[in-house]
C-alpha cells in the first residue's frame, strides 16, 4: 500500500508539469477593459445563498472529521487524501456529465484551486496547532469576507450594496462573538505570530481563489459554456491536489526513504492497522468537505459576489456547535449561542438585501 502511495504521488507530479503548461492561456487582453468588469451592484439570489448554506453544513462535517483523521495520520496526509478521494468523485461526474478538464476556464479553475485549496489549506494546517481551532476559526472565518469583497471589488470592479455590507460586518460580528475565546490564550509569542500569519495567508488565499472562480465562471460565460458546481469543483480540486501532492512528498520524504529499505510485511501491516481506524473519517471528510462542499461553493459563487459567499461560509464554525456536543461532549456557551442567532439573523438579512 505504501510503494502504491508513492506512485500515485509521483504520477501527481509528473501530470501537474502537463497540466501547469496549459496556464499559459490566462490573458489579461489587450488593455484593462478584459479584466475589469462594469462594477454593478449584485445581488444574491435564494439559490444560491441555499447552496452556500448547504456548503456551510458540509464544510461544518468535513472539519469535524479532518480534526479526527489529521489527529490519527497528520495533516499532510490527511489533506492529500481527502482532496484524491474528491478529484476520483468529482472526475467522475465531470467526465461522465459535463466536460471533464476542457474549457476555456479550466486554467482559471485550476489556479483557484491551487490557492485556495493548496496554499490555503497547506497555511490553515500550520496555523490549527499553534492557535488552536476555535482562534484559527475566528480569523480565517472574519477575514476571508472582507478580503474576497475588496479583492473581487479591485480585479473585477464588483461591489455590494450598503445593506449588503452592512449585514455582511453583523454576519462576521455575530461569528466573532460566538467564537473569541472565553479564557487567556495561553501561547508563546512565536507560536502567536506564526499562527496569525498563517491564518492571515490562508484567509487571503481563500478569498483570491474564490474570486479566481469567479472571473472563471465570466469567462466560461463569455465562451458560451456552462459549467456546474461538480465539474467546477473537479478543475478546482486538481489544483489544490497538485499542491498537496507535492507537500506530502516533502513532509514525507524522510519517511519514504525508511520504509523503502524496511521489510515489506511490516510496511503492509503497519499500514492496514494505520487504516483501520482512519479511512471512514477520511472517506466522510472527502466526500462532505470537498466534493459535496467545493460543488456547493462553485455553485454560489457562479452567480453571487465572493465577499457575500464568503460571508456565509464564515457560519461554517458556528454550524460546528453541535457536532462537537455529540461527538466530543463540548457545551456551548450562552454567547455561542446568541453569537450565532446573530450571525444566522445576519445572513438571512443578506440573503433578502439587494
Known amino acids: 500500500m505504501r510503494s502504491c502511495s508513492v506512485r500515485i504521488l509521483f504520477v501527481f507530479r509528473s501530470y501537474s508539469l502537463r497540466v501547469l503548461s496549459r496556464l499559459h492561456c490566462i490573458r489579461i487582453g489587450p488593455g484593462l477593459a478584459a479584466v475589469f468588469s462594469t462594477g454593478r451592484p449584485e445581488g444574491a439570489s435564494v439559490r444560491p445563498v441555499f447552496a452556500a448554506l448547504l456548503c456551510t453544513l ?9 480534526h479526527r483523521s489529521a489527529k490519527l495520520i497528520g495533516g499532510t496526509e490527511a489533506n492529500f487524501w481527502r482532496l484524491t478521494l474528491a478529484a476520483l468523485l468529482l472526475g467522475v461526474w465531470a467526465f461522465g456529465f459535463g466536460i471533464g478538464l476542457g474549457g476555456a476556464a479550466f486554467p482559471l479553475f485550476f489556479l483557484s484551486g491551487a490557492v485556495g485549496i493548496g496554499i490555503g489549506d497547506v497555511a490553515l494546517f500550520q496555523a490549527l496547532p499553534r492557535l488552536g481551532s476555535r482562534l484559527t476559526s475566528l ?5 476571508s469576507a472582507p478580503f474576497a469583497a475588496l479583492i473581487e471589488w479591485v480585479w473585477l470592479g464588483t461591489t455590494l450594496s450598503v445593506a449588503q455590507i452592512l449585514w455582511g460586518l453583523l454576519t462576521v460580528f455575530g461569528v466573532g462573538l460566538a467564537l473569541m475565546p472565553s479564557e487567556h490564550v495561553r501561547r508563546t509569542r512565536r507560536d502567536l ?3 496569525t500569519v498563517a491564518a492571515v495567508v490562508a484567509s487571503v488565499c481563500n478569498a483570491a481563489g474564490g474570486v479566481l472562480s469567479r472571473r472563471a465562471y465570466e469567462v466560461a460565460h463569455a465562451a458560451g459554456q456552462n459549467l456546474d458546481g461538480g465539474n467546477a469543483g473537479f478543475q478546482r480540486v486538481l489544483g489544490g491536489l497538485l499542491l498537496g501532492g507535492n507537500c506530502l512528498l516533502v513532509v514525507k520524504r524522510r519517511a519514504f526513504k525508511v520504509q523503502a529499505h524496511a521489510p515489506h510485511e511490516l510496511v503492509v501491516a503497519a499500514s492496514i492497522k494505520k487504516w483501520r481506524g482512519v479511512w471512514p473519517w477520511v472517506v466522510v471528510n472527502g466526500l462532505a468537505g470537498q466534493a459535496l462542499g467545493v460543488s456547493c461553493m462553485q455553485w454560489a459563487l457562479e452567480s453571487t459576489p465572493a465577499g457575500i459567499v464568503f460571508a456565509i461560509l464564515a457560519n461554517t464554525p458556528i454550524v460546528i456547535i453541535p457536532f462537537s456536543l455529540v ?8 454567547r455561542s449561542l446568541a453569537g450565532g442567532a446573530i450571525a444566522v439573523g445576519g445572513v438571512i438579512a443578506l440573503a433578502l438585501a439587494r
Open 139 to 143: 480569523l480565517t472565518g472574519c477575514i
Open 58 to 66: 458540509l464544510f461544518s462535517i468535513s472539519i469535524t472529521c479532518g
Open 193 to 195: 505570530f506564526v499562527g
Open 327 to 334: 461527538l466530543e461532549g463540548e457545551r456551548p456557551t450562552v
